[in-house]
């Protein structure tokens, strides 16, 4: 299995930055995609940006050219770097990450995120 340990919220103006990280550990060779998602109070868990072992990238059109994902895969860590933040991105961030030997995923714990207007 994996665990994913994520970092990085915290309470930001809008316009804003932060950066988040998760790192993972455990059996991590075969992990083949890795994402973010994120939770607002009250509402689904949405996709907000995920990252292909080759590098391809997917980006919701809530977030495109304001976050950009990426990935060191020598030290197991993916990031989400949050730039013009808005008070609508508020929510809890979760990172994901799918394995060949673990297709259902794998969570983390979550961060939290506030961005004050």
């Known amino acids: 299995q994996v665990q994913l340990v994520e970092s990085g919220g915290g309470l930001v103006q809008a316009g804003g930055s932060l950066r988040l990280s998760c790192a993972a550990s455990g059996t991590t060779f075969n992990i083949f995609l890795m994402g973010w998602y994120r939770q607002a109070p009250g509402k689904q868990r949405e996709l907000v940006a995920s990252?292909?072992?080759?590098?391809?990238?997917y980006y919701a059109d809530s977030v495109k050219d304001r976050f950009t994902i990426s990935r060191d895969n020598a030290k197991n860590m993916v990031y989400l770097q949050m730039n013009s933040l808005k008070p609508e991105d508020t929510a809890v961030y979760y990172c994901?990450?799918?394995?060949?030997?673990?297709?259902?995923?794998?969570w983390g714990q979550g961060t939290q995120v506030t961005v004050s207007s």
């Open positions: 994901k990450a799918v394995g060949s030997t673990f297709l259902t995923g794998s």
């Open positions: 990252i292909r072992s080759g590098g391809s990238t």
